[in-house]
């Protein structure tokens, strides 16, 4: 199947930096990409919808302002949490849809201190 | 709209017995139905999926899936459980398109010697 790649597996920022978090499609064009955040104990929630040479689209509550999606190829997709607070803390993933199937990058765990 | 639930937030299995999670969908129409394993820290995994056809899906790792539209639901099985299923799982309806898939909450399972 399809590869998705997402770096970095974990990282820890003091609060107010930014952080960037990439996603790669391996095998095969993405020209969209799916990010998703996880709290502790729930589900996987829609935060965003990248788009290859055109804006994202944010689903309802999400700040767009502090969390930047660029799509600059068919191939990358990548999140910047700017300014982050401890309550981005969580566990971030990407996914890809490949023909009525969507395969996920393996999530970055962030941990603002 | 679309819900998946999952009934059961924790299922505690001996290895070697069979294991059933449940899943619960409420799409009108056929859902397109999938089920996913995360371990610990890594992102998602497809195990099977089920579109149209046969009601009884084959995935990988020994696990399979039936769905019945009388009941809403696409329950996953195993009939011997192995110390490495121990991970979280999760159903998610993608019948509403990428932009609107649906995961239930998650079922944890642990798996005890």
């Known amino acids: 199947g399809a590869v998705v790649s997402q770096h970095p597996s974990w990282v820890i920022c003091k609060s107010g930096t930014s952080v960037k978090i990439e996603c790669r499609s391996l095998?095969?064009?993405?020209?969209?990409m799916f990010w998703y955040r996880q709290f502790p104990k729930q589900s996987l929630m829609l935060m965003a919808t990248s788009n290859e040479g055109s804006k994202a689209t944010y689903e309802q509550g999400v700040e767009k302002d502090k969390f930047l999606i660029n799509h600059a190829s068919l191939t990358l997709s990548t999140l910047t949490v700017t300014s982050a607070h401890p309550e981005d803390s969580s566990f971030y993933i990407c996914?890809?849809?490949?023909?009525?199937?969507?395969?996920f990058g393996q999530g970055t765990r962030l941990t603002v201190v | 709209a679309q819900s998946v639930t999952q009934p059961d937030i924790h299922i505690t299995v001996s290895e070697g017995a069979s294991l059933e999670l449940r899943c619960n969908y409420s799409y009108g129409a056929t859902p397109y139905l999938f089920w996913y394993v995360q371990s610990p820290g890594q992102g998602l995994q497809l195990l099977l999926k089920?579109?149209?056809?046969?009601?009884l899906v084959q995935g990988i790792k020994g696990f399979e899936a039936e769905f019945k539209r009388s009941q809403s639901s696409f329950n996953l099985r195993k009939p011997s459980v192995h110390w490495s299923d121990a991970a979280e799982y999760f159903c998610a309806d993608f019948s509403g398109g990428y932009q609107k898939v649906t995961f239930g909450t998650g079922t944890k399972l642990q798996v005890i010697p």
């Open positions: 095998d095969f064009q993405a020209t969209t």
């Open positions: 996914s890809a849809p490949v023909t009525f199937e969507a395969f």
């Open positions: 089920y579109f149209s056809g046969d009601t």
